[in-house]
């Protein structure tokens, strides 16, 4: 995975993630920074797609990894500040980290009343 794109709107969603973010296959690729949150995304894709993965799991995958699901994965940056899946080649396992550049802050634990 390699590359940064001019930050800005992206066509795969209305939104803007503002910050760089960080991706990582444990064990396939080394640690890419993206400027957009939507390259990034698709660089996740584009490798998962070169894996030899069963069938469901590259399907659930495909679904967690889809140009639609960058809205939703801007979110989970924003609130929890990583966005973690798994990808399974045979028996093992290779963590796929999403996460924003820079210092990381802490998100507070929600009080509900």
């Known amino acids: 995975m390699t590359g940064a794109a001019k930050a800005g709107r992206t066509p795969e969603t209305e939104t803007t993630f503002p ?7 444990k064990g396939l690729t080394r640690t890419a920074t993206f400027t957009r949150l939507a390259d ?3 660089a996740v894709r584009t490798t998962l797609a070169t894996l030899s993965l069963d069938d469901a799991h590259a399907a659930y995958l495909a679904e967690q990894f889809a ?3 960058v809205d939703r ?6 609130k929890v500040g990583m966005v973690r899946s798994i990808a399974f080649v045979g028996i093992d396992a290779h963590p796929i980290y999403i996460r924003p550049t820079g210092k990381r802050q ?3 634990p929600r009080r509900d009343a």
């Open 19 to 25: 910050h760089p973010v960080m991706v990582e296959i």
């Open 40 to 42: 990034a995304v698709a």
């Open 67 to 69: 140009p639609e699901a």
């Open 73 to 78: 994965i801007g979110r989970q940056l924003t």
């Open 106 to 108: 802490q998100v507070q």
